[in-house]
């Protein structure tokens, strides 16, 4: 089962690839997990992918495909894989797709974890972390004990940069940009399916399982 997971940054998309991987017993896998396992492997392919890395540019699509069609050789990829971060234009999407038809195999689902961007501006700018000890919050879904300090280590919590409702709305602006037509793309394909990405956690990944148990 070769499964793509599609959505906006902060819809949840991640989380339930996680639950798929465990589910069906197939690994989750995403791109920056594979940058950084070659890189510290220090293999051909992440020496190169570190080059771009350092300077601080975007690693080449050709590259990020060599990278992820290598990571599928590996024995735990026999039964599939659910890919997270990976494609994220129609390039990439069409690049795969020839890669995967030349060992004779194809995408089998795309979900969409769909979200208004309303809902996940006010997801996002509601996180709280600690940089100290890692931990999360959110200050309506999962609030510390105390206000504005964390539980686990007494440090002060702090809402990072990346959850700052400009910068929010500056990666959604860029996701429907570059990404969004991949849903267009996975549904000619017939290959799309989509879930609202609004409900309880638990509840959203009933109805991806009812897609992929189908």
């Not at 000890?133 to 206000?147: D, F, L, M, V």
């Amino acid at each position: 089962m070769k499964v793509i997971m599609l959505g906006a940054p902060g819809a949840g998309k991640g989380t339930q690839a996680k639950k798929i991987a465990e589910k069906y017993g197939i690994p989750h896998i995403s791109t920056g997990d594979i940058f950084r396992a070659n890189i510290k492997n220090n293999t051909e392919l992440g020496k190169k992918a570190k080059m771009y890395m350092d300077k601080g540019e975007l690693v080449p699509d050709s590259l990020t495909l060599d990278l992820i069609m290598d990571r599928f050789k590996e024995a735990d990829c026999a039964d599939g894989y659910v890919l997270d971060g990976f494609p994220r234009t129609i390039p990439q999407a069409e690049a795969l797709d020839r890669a995967l038809a030349e060992n004779g195999e194809a995408v089998d689902h795309a979900i969409n974890v769909e979200v208004a961007d309303e809902n996940i501006i006010n997801r996002m700018s509601g996180r709280r972390a600690c940089l100290s000890c890692g931990a999360t919050y959110h200050i309506k879904y999962n609030p510390s004990r105390q206000e504005g300090i964390c539980d686990t280590c007494g440090e002060k919590l702090i809402l990072r940069d990346d959850d700052k409702p400009e910068t929010v709305q500056n990666r959604l602006s860029v996701y429907h940009q570059q990404t969004q037509p991949l849903i267009d793309y996975y549904s000619k394909k017939g290959v799309l399916a989509e879930v609202d990405g609004t409900k309880d956690m638990e509840e959203v990944f009933r109805d991806i399982i009812a897609v992929l148990d189908k």
